[in-house]
C-alpha cells in the first residue's frame, strides 16, 4: 500500500466535518422534520402505516428484520442507551443490484414517531481468498460472513452507533481544479458476536475511496509532508456494491444518516446472525423448505449462492492471522511525482 506523509491537521479536519454534518443536518430536517429530543415508546405491535412497508420486495424490510431491530432499538431505549427516536437495519442476504439495474435498496432508516420509512444501497464485506481457506464473496450475493479481524466480511448482529471520524485521503479532480477529498467514518459498538467492532474498525461511511495515482508539489497544503507533498488520486464510487467488512452508503445517503446520529446515537440491526446463517445451511442441506421451517434468506440470493456460510473467529482468525505472518516483507512504496 502507498502511504506518503502526510501532516496531521485536527483544526482543519474537524471544522469541515462540523459544516458537513451541518449541512446534512439541514437536509434531513427537511426530509424528515425537525428531530425531537427523546423517542417516544414504541407500541409491540408493527403501527398500520409501517406495514405496507414489510414484506421481500424491492424496498420492502423482512419481517424478521424488522421485528428483531424493533426488538433492539426498545430494548437500548429502555436501558438508556439511546434516546435517538428513529433506528437503522440492514439486512445482507439482499442482492447488490435491483431487477430494474439500480442498486439494491437493503438498509432502512425507520422513524416511527415521524411514520417515515426510508430504504437505500449498502454495501457488504468482500472477504478474501485465501490458499487454506476462500471466504471471498460475489459482488451480487453475500455468501460468507464472519465476525474475525481482517476477514473483510459482515458480521450480523446488534450494533449502537458511536462517534464520527473524519480523515484526509488525498486529492482528486474536481471542477477544474484538485481539491481535497475527507470521509467521514461513522464507528459502531457491538456486542455479542459484534462485540469486537472496534478491534475489526467496523463501521459505516460513504462507498468511495480515493485510488492513488501520484503525488503533486504543494507546500502550502495543510495536508502537506515534510517534503511538501500530497497524493493525489481518482474518486471511485462503489455504492450498493462490496466493502472490506463495513456498512457503505451512496454519499447523498451518507449524509442524511452521519446527521441523524450526529450526536445522538441510535441502533443498527444487521441480519443475518451466525444462527440464522447455520439453520439456512441446515435446511438447505436437507432440502427443507425456509419458509415451513420458519427460517428467512432472500430466494434470488440463496439461489445464486447455494447456501451460506458462517466462519466463526475461532475458525477463522488463526488462518488469517498465518497468512499475515506468510507474506514477505516489503520497503515502503512511495509514490510517483504526478506529471
Keep these: ?64 428484520v424488522l421485528k428483531r431491530a424493533r426488538a433492539l432499538h426498545q430494548r437500548k431505549i429502555r436501558q438508556g442507551a439511546v434516546t435517538n427516536p428513529c433506528y437503522l437495519a440492514k439486512d445482507a ?64 448482529g446488534s450494533y449502537v452507533t458511536a462517534e464520527t471520524r473524519t480523515s484526509f485521503k488525498g486529492y482528486h479532480h474536481q471542477s477544474g481544479a484538485r481539491r481535497p477529498f475527507h470521509r467521514t467514518f461513522l464507528l459502531f459498538d457491538g456486542e455479542g458476536d459484534t462485540e469486537n467492532a472496534r478491534e475489526r474498525a467496523i463501521g459505516g461511511h460513504p462507498a468511495v475511496f480515493l485510488k492513488w495515482q501520484c503525488r503533486f508539489k504543494n507546500p502550502t497544503s495543510p495536508h502537506a509532508d515534510e517534503e511538501g507533498y500530497v497524493p493525489y488520486g481518482k474518486l471511485v464510487n462503489y455504492t450498493g456494491g462490496r466493502s472490506n467488512g463495513c456498512t457503505t452508503w451512496s454519499q447523498s445517503a451518507s449524509r442524511e444518516i452521519l446527521a441523524l446520529v450526529e450526536g445522538n446515537p441510535t441502533t443498527l440491526y444487521i ?24 427460517l428467512y434468506w432472500n430466494a434470488a440470493c440463496l439461489k445464486a449462492i447455494g447456501s451460506p456460510k458462517f466462519w466463526p473467529k475461532s475458525k477463522l482468525q488463526p488462518i488469517i492471522d498465518d497468512w499475515r505472518q506468510s507474506l514477505p516483507k516489503q520497503p515502503p512504496l512511495v509514490l510517483p511525482i504526478c506529471k
Design 1 to 64: 500500500m502507498l502511504v506518503p506523509r502526510i501532516k496531521k491537521q485536527e483544526h482543519c479536519r474537524l471544522l469541515l466535518n462540523s459544516l458537513n454534518l451541518t449541512i446534512a443536518a439541514m437536509s434531513i430536517v427537511a426530509l424528515f422534520g425537525s428531530q425531537p429530543t427523546r423517542a417516544a415508546p414504541q407500541t409491540p405491535e408493527i403501527p398500520g402505516w409501517l406495514k405496507k412497508h414489510v414484506g421481500t420486495g424491492d424496498g420492502q424490510i423482512a419481517p424478521v
Design 93 to 156: 442476504t439482499r442482492p447488490s443490484t435491483s431487477s430494474g439495474g439500480q442498486p439494491g435498496r437493503r438498509f432502512y432508516i425507520i422513524c416511527e414517531s415521524r411514520k417515515s420509512f426510508r430504504a437505500v444501497s449498502s454495501g457488504y464485506g468482500n472477504g478474501r481468498r485465501l490458499q487454506r481457506a476462500n471466504f471471498s464473496n460475489g459482488r451480487q450475493c453475500a455468501k460468507n460472513f464472519s465476525n474475525a479481524e481482517g476477514s473483510k466480511l459482515t458480521m450480523g
Design 271 to 294: 441480519y443475518p446472525e451466525s444462527s440464522d446463517i447455520d439453520a439456512v445451511a441446515g435446511a438447505v442441506k436437507k432440502g427443507k423448505s425456509l419458509s415451513r421451517a420458519g
